[in-house]
């Protein structure tokens, strides 16, 4: 499913994520991942993949409102991973 | 049937009722107990008709606190029970002060045992609400109105200190709307919530603990100062007494409430023999009338403090006296079998009889007043 | 970490490209939603990580704004870790005492009548200190709604049982879990509030997963709905997370809600319209 061109994005806000994880199982497409940056309070941050939809699940679970989602008009398919079907 | 002008008997617990009525108070609720009850019964007859509210609460606690939700919202609104009604009230009391919300409540007390919790906050925290305390229902009709109307003017919370005497006597009064607004304007209240003011970054939070909205933390050094520096202005505005006879007085009484008035009957017969007794009623128990009190007692040998109870405002008739005069207790513990505060203290030619031992220096009789 | 989450679907030598976060997109694209509800001040508030209570009030919020209540609702809020929420929230509220804020919701409503009244509860705050008054506010049938914030501890003071912590819950002052015969036996406060005549609504969701809080959002509405139709009493029970109350690692604390709480207190709709639903 990751390879799926990105139809979503999200915008995090990393200064006010706690690193709590609660965003990782909620992303039905599976396209975030705990990453290992941390940011200024020293919280570690999730990261996106490509394939996101823009279902928002991740905006609904998140306590702190570190989401925002965006739906793609076109998907982006420069974002996808070349050449695997 | 709406309230009249007419002069008619009214029971006290009538009378306060459209009292405060006329004040404009849309909102009551409470616990039926004696001596307070008949108060409920006439405001759940009578608000409604004035297109009001009153609630049959399940207990004190929810009465005070859908009396905070009604004044939270800009009405006026009271509230009331005995003694050991307002004791369930206090942890309320106390934040409502801090919460700057007027509201009214009556204490119909049983007696003057609740004076220690009418006047030190009663609650937990650093805070005194304005207490008032009639002599008689007519006196209590005009308190009453004026209660709201402090209330409003400091956004603080008035106590009307009334007992089972004042709920079950009947007196001819007139329930004359007072209009007190004119000579003292009140300030709008835009403190209070509606709703109006939800997504426009200007909303409200009333609330006592000096929470702000857009952003974390509270201060409460700076919100209980300015709350106790509020409280100082109210005590340097709004004491009240009367004074009788004070100027000669060689023996001073101090009594508040209903146990006044037959002190006054008492001061009359030993003016008749001859002894030099003047009366000082503090109307206001806080702010207690204390710079009066040092004014009235200028010149007496002895000052009385005589209440309904173990000895409770003594200890601010010495605090404002400061041993400048000596002051004896002529009261005492003195209540019917039920405990309603009927008791044989309420009697002038007792109180005559005590007072005269004062006056002349004898042992006055302490324990119960039977 | 959650490192063995991300492998899923691809196949061996595929690098996974991480999309860049930091800003809305350049091509052509709609927003879908916010980063907090429009009814916020802020976002930034101190509660824990993996605290779901947050989660209910952005539907709390959005519900109020959705049905175009935002200049008619009054919040009255209990004492509770959501209390520092009142930071954020725009719309006028009233601050109540602990378990006080039906009371306070019942007086504000009998003199606004036409303002859309709720309350903001914890657990502690609903169905130990004030489980009279909103058994009595119910029983009258005010026509507020009462939402109660359920994770089955009190939290602010650290993790202490509640009437609704459920049998075996470690807290602090039940160690070794909630024994009934020395602790007693949870409440139930929805069930036990849906038998009474005043309540028109009552419900009970939780927000230990994306579709659940899609429908907390729904029984808000519901909720919300029927106290503007003036049928009486309405509540909604959300069950949050409260990992730090809990003792378990933030991550486990929506398996932890939904097993262990969710069991007990049950999600669903228990009265709708005034009459008890079928379960």
């Not at chain 2, 609400?129 to 402090?150: D, N």
């Not at chain 2, 002894?275 to 007496?300: K, T």
């Not at chain 3, 503007?228 to 398996?255: D, H, N, R, Y």
Request: hydrophobic share 40%; aromatic share 6%; with cysteine.
């Amino acid at each position: 499913m990751s390879r799926a061109p990105s139809r979503g994005t999200v915008v995090i806000d990393a200064a006010r994520c706690k690193g709590c994880e609660l965003c990782i199982p909620a992303c039905p497409p599976r396209v975030l991942r705990m990453s290992a940056r941390r940011n200024a309070s020293g919280y570690l941050l999730p990261e996106l993949l490509e394939g996101c939809t823009g279902c928002g699940a991740c905006l609904l679970v998140c306590p702190d409102f570190c989401f925002e989602v965006y739906q793609l008009d076109a998907p982006d398919a420069a974002k996808t991973t070349g050449g695997i079907a | 049937m709406t309230a009249s002008t007419e002069r008619r008997l009214m029971e006290g617990s009538e009378a306060i009722a459209e009292a405060a009525i006329a004040a404009g108070c849309r909102f009551f609720s409470g616990y039926p107990m004696t001596p307070f009850t008949e108060l409920l019964e006439h405001f759940a007859r009578r608000l409604p008709e004035e297109g009001g509210a009153c609630i049959n609460a399940e207990s004190e606690l929810e009465a005070i606190g859908q009396a905070w939700g009604a004044a939270a919202t800009g009405a006026r609104a009271a509230t009331g029970s005995t003694g050991q009604g307002l004791s369930l009230m206090q942890e309320s009391m106390s934040e409502i002060t801090r919460a700057e919300i007027p509201i009214v409540v009556f204490n119909m007390a049983r007696g003057q045992g609740d004076y220690y919790q009418a006047t030190r906050g009663g609650g937990h925290g650093d805070y005194r609400h304005i207490v008032l305390a009639p002599e008689s229902v007519g006196e209590a009709v005009r308190i009453t109105q004026e209660a709201f109307h402090l209330a409003d003017r400091w956004r603080h919370p008035v106590l009307i200190y009334g007992d089972y005497l004042i709920a079950h006597t009947a007196e001819a009064v007139s329930i004359e709307p007072i209009d007190f607004a004119t000579k003292d304007p009140l300030p709008p209240k835009d403190w209070a919530v509606d709703g109006r003011l939800g997504g426009t970054g200007r909303s409200r939070n009333v609330n006592p603990i000096g929470m702000e909205k857009g952003s974390k933390g509270i201060d409460p050094n700076r919100f209980w100062q300015a709350l106790s520096d509020k409280e100082d202005r109210i005590a340097a505005a709004e004491q009240r007494w009367e004074a009788i006879g004070t100027e000669d007085a060689e023996l001073l009484i101090v009594a508040f409430g209903t146990l006044a008035r037959f002190a006054r009957a008492a001061i009359r017969d030993l003016r008749a023999e001859g002894l030099r007794v003047g009366l000082f009623r503090p109307i206001s128990l806080w702010p207690f009338p204390s710079e009066a009190l040092v004014r009235a007692a200028a010149g007496c040998r002895r000052v009385a403090c005589l209440e309904q109870n173990a000895g409770q405002m003594i200890d601010d008739v010495r605090l404002a006296l400061l041993g400048s005069v000596p002051v004896v207790p002529i009261g005492g513990i003195s209540t019917d079998p039920a405990g309603f505060g009927i008791g044989a203290l309420l009697d002038a030619e007792r109180i005559a009889g005590r007072a005269r031992d004062a006056y002349h220096g004898r042992e006055v009789p302490r324990g119960v007043v039977a | 970490m959650s490192g063995d989450r991300d492998a899923e679907g691809v196949g061996a030598g595929d690098p996974l490209r991480v999309v860049p976060t930091d800003a809305p997109p350049s091509g052509a694209c709609r927003r879908k939603g916010s980063f907090t509800p429009s009814l916020t001040l802020m976002g930034e508030h101190d509660l824990c990580p993996g605290c779901g209570e947050p989660l209910a009030l952005r539907q709390i919020l959005d519900s109020i704004e959705a049905l175009g209540q935002a200049q008619r609702a009054i919040g009255v809020v209990g004492i509770g870790c959501y209390t520092a929420l009142t930071s954020l929230m725009d719309v006028d509220l009233i601050q109540a005492l602990h378990g006080r804020a039906p009371s306070v919701a019942t007086g504000a409503k009998r003199m606004r009548p036409e303002c859309l009244l709720f309350t903001l509860q914890g657990d502690g705050d609903m169905v130990n200190e004030g489980l009279q008054e909103v058994i009595h506010t119910a029983a009258r049938g005010e026509n507020v709604t009462c939402i109660l914030l359920n994770n089955g501890v009190f939290g602010e003071t650290g993790g202490h049982m509640t009437a609704t912590t459920v049998l075996g819950q470690r807290t602090k002052n039940s160690i070794e879990g909630r024994d009934a015969r020395l602790h007693g036996h949870p409440i139930l406060i929805g069930d036990l509030l849906a038998r009474l005549d005043g309540t028109a609504y009552v419900a009970r969701a939780s927000v230990h997963d994306a579709a659940g809080v899609a429908r907390t959002r729904r029984f808000l509405d519901r909720a919300f709905t029927s106290q503007l139709k003036g049928q009486g009493f309405s509540f909604v029970e959300i069950l949050t997370m409260c990992p730090t109350g809990w003792f378990i690692p933030t991550a486990e604390g929506p398996g932890y809600l939904d097993r262990e709480l969710g069991a007990v207190h049950e999600v669903g709709e228990l009265k709708k319209d005034g009459v008890l639903v079928e379960r």
